[in-house]
């Protein structure tokens, strides 16, 4: 194993520029226009990474990267440039090499799907995720803390539906030991859950979910697999692109051990379109990144931002990027000047090189590079040829892709996906149980109800009849019969009497 990568250097093969290994978790950023080689330059890294045994994760925005997995070839276009640049660099021979690639999709098309469940997600992020207001973030972390309280698992979207409604149902109650929730905020949370499902997010969400070791491994030779995304569809959902990687950072941060310095990383992981990630993100979750972010090297992580502009990349974060490689930069508009300056600012400072002016003159294929030494500072920087790389440069055809998924050492695992019991199911039989219970409960009151109201009927029409003439007249006749059977009865009585207690056979 080697301790550095080579990254490129001087024509003529001078003063060749390396990554080194154990500096390499001390993050980097790769920035530049649009088509000055930011992307060949993240192939490279990659491929050295990879060579070197550590394990990488990348999103490839326009399905140049694929090509990773298939060898270069001097009849592509693109290496036959490789070739005279490798030329220039003194890197003989000029080989070519595949790489150990696994593809990945959230959505499940172009590679194995990836998937989270709603509890490892989190609040914070989802409420990113869906654009939530203060408020509505507030009420969507009582559902998430509601359900850990009661031991109900969020793994998809209809769980979080259900919670929701739920807490829609016991507000009232909620209100008083975790704050106050109203209908009206949770059904805008319930309205942004449906527009995310609109963008394909419910493929996200479930099981069975993302286990990171599965992403942090090697092959039968010892190199790092090459994980690549598949992120052109998921560009258009931008939002659901930069949280995803968020959570694959903060996933890495919870589960990995400390271990320091290591001699090589653990996983590398290249950020590209890192613009997304900041846009419009609010200060809690900006302080989450830095922490992520500054934290995550003691875990053996390195993590590489790839943008156009520097000034993407807030202060607090852009400070923790030891490794720097500046592609050009066009000065036409004062934003653009101002990148021009900050980007200057931020090399260590070479005496023999005008960093602002070179950034605006550089090449394709050039940039300006700034690496850290063995005892950690920053090399000066340097104009440098970024080496060619030994994998396509290019997309793959849909047979090649489909040849590397059906080789894949995870084929199977995560193709299907599991829908275990969970707070849907667990509350909607709540609901049912709740609703027939009410359902008998009324009944019961309802025949009740109705054997009053027949009684009642019954005794007023009792009334009404007995002050009617008919019932009058029956009421008389009833009274003279009873008055005469008394009598009747008595007359017998006193008969009977004194037969008893006289003589038997005289009567009155």
């Not at 929730?181 to 997010?201: F, K």
């Not at 990687?245 to 590398?268: C, Y």
């Amino acid at each position: 194993m080697t301790d550095g990568i080579f990254v490129g250097g001087q024509a003529g093969g001078d003063e060749p520029r390396q990554l080194l290994l154990r500096r390499a978790n001390r993050h980097g950023l790769i920035a530049g226009a649009t088509g000055t080689g930011k992307t060949v330059t993240l192939q490279i890294l990659a491929e050295g990474f990879s060579c070197a045994g550590v394990p990488v994760f990348l999103a490839d925005v326009k399905g140049d990267l694929a090509g990773m997995a298939m060898p270069g070839s001097p009849m592509n276009k693109a290496h036959a440039s490789f070739a005279a640049r490798a030329a220039d660099l003194g890197v003989a021979p000029y080989s070519y090499e595949a790489n150990p690639v696994v593809f990945w999709d959230l959505f499940g098309q172009q590679g194995h799907p990836v998937r989270t469940t709603v509890s490892e997600m989190g609040p914070l992020l989802l409420a990113q995720l869906l654009g939530l207001n203060d408020t509505q973030a507030g009420i969507l972390a009582i559902a998430f803390r509601v359900a850990d309280d009661q031991g109900l698992l969020l793994l998809d979207l209809k769980d979080l539906r259900q919670m929701l409604i739920w807490c829609a149902d016991n507000r009232q109650d909620l209100s008083t030991s975790y704050g106050n929730v109203t209908s009206q905020s949770i059904g805008a949370i319930q309205r942004q859950l449906l527009a995310l499902e609109s963008q394909g997010a419910d493929q996200f969400f479930g099981e069975p979910a993302l286990v990171m070791s599965d992403m942090i491994a090697t092959d039968a030779d010892g190199r790092g697999q090459v994980n690549i995304l598949a992120a052109d569809a998921l560009m258009s959902s931008p939002k659901l692109y930069a949280t995803f990687l968020l959570w694959m950072l903060s996933e890495l941060f919870e589960e990995l051990p400390e271990v320091g310095d290591p001699a090589k990383p653990r996983l590398v992981f290249f950020f590209d379109e890192a613009h997304l990630l900041f846009d419009d993100a609010p200060k809690a979750l900006l302080e989450k990144i830095e922490q992520v972010v500054r934290l995550i090297r003691s875990k053996g992580v390195g993590v590489y931002f790839i943008s156009q502009n520097p000034l993407d990349i807030p202060e607090s974060i852009a400070g923790q990027l030891g490794n720097r490689i500046q592609h050009a930069l066009r000065a036409f508009t004062p934003r653009d000047q101002k990148a021009v300056k900050a980007a200057a600012d931020t090399f260590r400072t070479n005496p023999s090189l005008d960093v602002a002016t070179a950034i605006t003159e550089l090449k394709i294929g050039e940039a300006l590079v700034s690496l850290l030494q063995e005892d950690g500072a920053p090399a000066p920087v340097e104009r440098a040829l970024i080496r060619p790389p030994a994998s396509r440069a290019g997309p793959l055809t849909p047979a090649e892709r489909a040849a590397v998924l059906h080789a894949s050492p995870l084929t199977g695992k995560y193709d299907k996906a599991v829908d275990q019991e969970s707070a849907f199911e667990i509350l909607s039989a709540r609901a049912e149980e709740a609703a027939e219970t009410k359902a008998a409960a009324k009944a019961e009151a309802d025949a009740r109800r109705q054997a009053l109201d027949q009684a009642k009927e019954q005794r007023a029409a009792e009334r009404a009849r007995r002050h009617t003439p008919v019932g009058r007249v029956e009421k008389m006749a009833n009274d003279i019969v009873n008055a005469t059977t008394r009598n009747i009865a008595n007359q017998i009585g006193r008969s009977l009497a004194r037969g008893l207690f006289g003589n038997l056979f005289r009567s009155r």
